[in-house]
């Protein structure tokens, strides 16, 4: 069972460059979410989705895009990388609902410089 | 302001130790989920708590939904090298219609050691 796949797992970008982080799942979830983590501050919401063609913000969206093209398919896009924007992004599933097990990837270690 | 509070952000203890980690806001909750992630992983779901009081019990960890469902604990019975890890509580979205977006707190870093 794949489950949730992201790729890259290390990245390292300019300031200034774009990239698109991917992120697949194959337990047809309705629902999947980007999410970035850093030292002291959790995992805080970027974007979601409930569904193909249905996306929204999170906590976090500014300078970051999605589509959700696909059910499968949720990828993020940095559209100009910040040295802000330096974290481990983590891509989640799950039903829709309450009480579902949110399933995650493995992250993205994303360094800007 | 952090809507979910964890504590201790650090613990390090040695093997056979008991600990308990703390989740607590000042928000009512309709649920409470505990993930453990281990380095260089994403986070697994250990629990989910539903009603207030709740106790479950999953091996040597033990976790309680308090009465007000608005904090909860998480015990480890003899600590073992193996629970090393980051503990993370996430409650759900419910009042924006999408109880499947989690909110996270900051986590506790527990290391155990031999």
């Known amino acids: 069972n794949a489950g949730v796949t992201q790729t890259p797992k290390f990245q390292v970008l300019k300031t200034g460059q774009s990239m698109t982080l991917q992120c697949a799942q194959d337990?047809?979830?309705?629902?999947m979410s980007w999410y970035r983590q850093d030292p002291g501050m959790g995992l805080r919401l970027i974007h979601y989705s409930v569904g193909a063609g249905i996306t929204d913000q999170g906590e976090v969206p500014n300078g970051y895009n999605v589509s959700r093209s696909t059910t499968e398919d949720f990828p993020l896009r940095l559209l100009s990388a910040a040295p802000s924007q330096t974290s481990v992004y983590f891509c989640?599933?799950?039903?829709?609902?309450?009480?579902?097990?949110?399933?995650f990837g493995q992250g993205t270690r994303l360094t800007v410089v | 302001t952090q809507l979910l509070e964890q504590s201790p952000q650090f613990l390090s203890i040695q093997e056979g130790e008991n600990l308990t980690v703390y989740c607590n806001s000042s928000?009512?909750?309709?649920?409470l989920q505990w993930y453990r992630q281990e380095p260089g992983e994403g986070p697994v779901l250990l629990v989910t708590v539903v009603t207030g009081g709740e106790v479950k019990k999953l091996k040597r960890l033990t976790f309680q939904f308090g009465d007000a469902r608005k904090d909860s604990s998480l015990h480890i019975t003899a600590a073992q090298p193996g629970d090393t890890g980051l503990y993370l509580c996430?409650?759900?979205?419910?009042?924006?219609?999408?109880?499947?977006?989690?909110?996270f707190g900051t986590g506790t870093r527990l290391q155990v050691t031999l």
């Open positions: 928000s009512v909750f309709s649920s």
């Open positions: 996430a409650v759900p979205h419910a009042h924006t219609g999408t109880a499947s977006k989690l909110t």
């Open positions: 989640a599933s799950s039903y829709l609902g309450g009480n579902t097990e949110a399933f």
């Open positions: 337990m047809n979830h309705e629902y």
